[in-house]
């Protein structure tokens, strides 16, 4: 018995249908979690009523209810606080500053680091506050 074998001739076209399945389901994935990236840190923002939302960029400060700093998201000791935002901000670049503060952190602490902002010159402070809700 002969065998009879056919010559080799490649596909010209690229099925792509497997590609974009997998794109499409990462897209998905990234839509869902990025929102959930924003508020990765535990924090209960004070509300207030004309506060308003932005979609600013810019450099973020939260202050924890247990005393703990995070310049965007990276915690840093309140001794050295002052020393890492100088490293992070260039006065030159006016870039904004956002101060994230739970609303049980007391109050000379929130002025302290607002001081020290200012002093590393910031010109462009925000305080974040959540839309008050009626009920």
Same mark, same amino acid.
């Given at each position: 018995?002969k065998?009879?074998?056919?010559?080799?001739t490649?596909i010209?076209d690229?099925n792509?249908t497997?590609?974009?399945? $997998?794109?499409?389901?990462?897209?998905?994935i990234f839509? +869902?979690? %990025? =929102?959930?990236l924003?508020?990765a840190?535990d924090i209960?923002?004070?509300q207030a009523?004309?506060?308003?939302?932005?979609?600013?960029?810019?450099i973020?400060?939260?202050?924890?209810?247990?005393?703990?700093?995070?310049?965007?998201?990276?915690?840093?000791? $309140?001794?050295?606080?002052?020393?890492?935002?100088?490293? +992070?901000? %260039? =006065?030159a670049?006016?870039?904004?500053?956002?101060l994230?503060?739970d609303?049980?952190v007391?109050?000379?602490?929130?002025?302290?680091?607002?001081?020290?902002?200012?002093g590393a010159g910031?010109q462009?402070?925000g305080?974040?506050?959540?839309?008050?809700v009626?009920?």
């Open positions: 018995m065998k009879f074998r056919l010559p080799y490649p010209p690229i792509i497997a590609l974009v399945d $997998v794109t499409l389901v990462l897209l998905i839509m +869902v979690t %990025a =929102p959930m924003k508020s840190l209960e923002i004070p009523a004309n506060a308003l939302t932005t979609s600013e960029e810019g973020e400060i939260n202050i924890q209810k247990d005393g703990t700093i995070y310049i965007d998201k990276t915690p840093i000791p $309140v001794e050295q606080f002052e020393i890492a935002f100088q490293q +992070v901000y %260039a =006065p670049s006016h870039e904004l500053v956002f994230w503060a609303q049980e007391p109050y000379r602490d929130v002025l302290h680091v607002i001081d020290v902002l200012r910031v462009d402070l305080l974040v506050a959540e839309p008050l009626k009920k």
